[in-house]
Nanobody, 114 residues
Framework: QVQLVESGGGLVQPGGSLTLSCAASGFTFSSYYMSWYRQAPGKERELVASITSGGTTNYADSVKGRFTISRDNAKNTMYLQMNSLKPEDTAVYYC????????WGQGTPVTVSS
């Protein structure tokens, strides 16, 4: 059974940091293209960052220089280190795995507010 379980979300003040984790099981994690998406209230889901099986990364312009995506294939886990958080980063963050098929996690909420 395929599972993607996000954790690490919460409430943080502007300028603060959070690290999200995505624990994967039920498929060959190391072979999959992994991504973080987010969806803010009333907005469409958008790509935040992605990482290939080989470790090549890509970021949305809005998070470049502030967020870092990484993966640990030995632990079947992907991470998103988020620094200098802004109120506009408030959203539900989703983990996505893609290759020939596509899997989604259930999401973890991030709220940036003072």
């Amino acid at each position: 059974q395929v599972q993607l379980v996000e954790s690490g979300g919460g409430l943080v003040q502007p300028g603060g940091s959070l690290t999200l984790s995505c624990a994967a099981s039920g498929f060959t994690f190391s072979s999959y293209y992994m991504s973080w998406y987010r969806q803010a209230p009333g907005k469409e889901r958008e790509l935040v960052a992605s990482i290939t099986s080989g470790g090549t990364t890509n970021y949305a312009d809005s998070v470049k220089g502030r967020f870092t995506i990484s993966r640990d294939n030995a632990k079947n886990t992907m991470y998103l280190q988020m620094n200098s958080l802004k109120p506009e980063d408030t959203a539900v963050y989703y983990c996505h795995a893609g290759r020939l098929v596509s899997y989604w996690g259930q999401g973890t909420p991030v709220t940036v507010s003072s």
